[in-house]
């Protein structure tokens, strides 16, 4: 796949992410947490780039971009729900390997309908140099995303806003909790 191109960027991302949930799963431990450290990270860096450059760009390029991106906004909401509450829970316990289970299904769900809907429809409306121009700023806005989950912040207007800000709130913290021997899901 070419990085050069955002949906190939961004559909490799979406393999990255199933491939760690199924990392969260079959680790225990202090490798679990480590492990959903990268997932919830990965997660929140994803999400903010395609709320910033991705979803703006659809709403103003595709046939019935605002519906397609309302649509991919409301699930990200959701999941940025579930995650909030997942990254303050302890990763040993059942409860949370069943919201796990709960947030691998509405992720999926959400990048397969992007895949179908968002980035199919891009691919068909924009030239290589505008998809290369996208994943620019896709790894730009990735640079500067928080690491941690937001619900509320689902547009590019607010990730502008309040996303520097709180990315260096988290990153921080991130910092912060490695040097006291902690994982960034906040177990240690």
Known sequence: MRENDVID????????IRDLFDEVDRCQGEQRREAFSRLVRLLAVHETAEEEIVHPYARRKLVGGDTIVDNRLQEEEE???????????????????????????????????????????????????????????????????????????????????????????DRARDLIRKAMGKSESGEG
């Open 79 to 169: 999941a940025k729900e579930m995650l909030s509450r997942l990254d303050d829970m302890d990763v040993t316990t059942p409860e949370f390997s069943q919201e796990l289970e709960r947030l691998r299904a509405a992720v999926f769900a959400h990048a397969a309908a992007e895949e179908r809907y968002e980035f199919s429809e891009l691919k068909a409306s924009t030239s290589e140099g505008e998809r290369r121009a996208m994943a620019v700023g896709v790894k730009a806005a990735e640079a500067m995303a928080p690491t941690h989950p937001h619900p509320g912040v689902e547009s590019a207007t607010a990730n502008i806003l309040v996303g520097t800000p709180v990315a260096i709130m």
């Open 9 to 16: 960027l961004l559909t490799q991302q979406h393999v990255l």
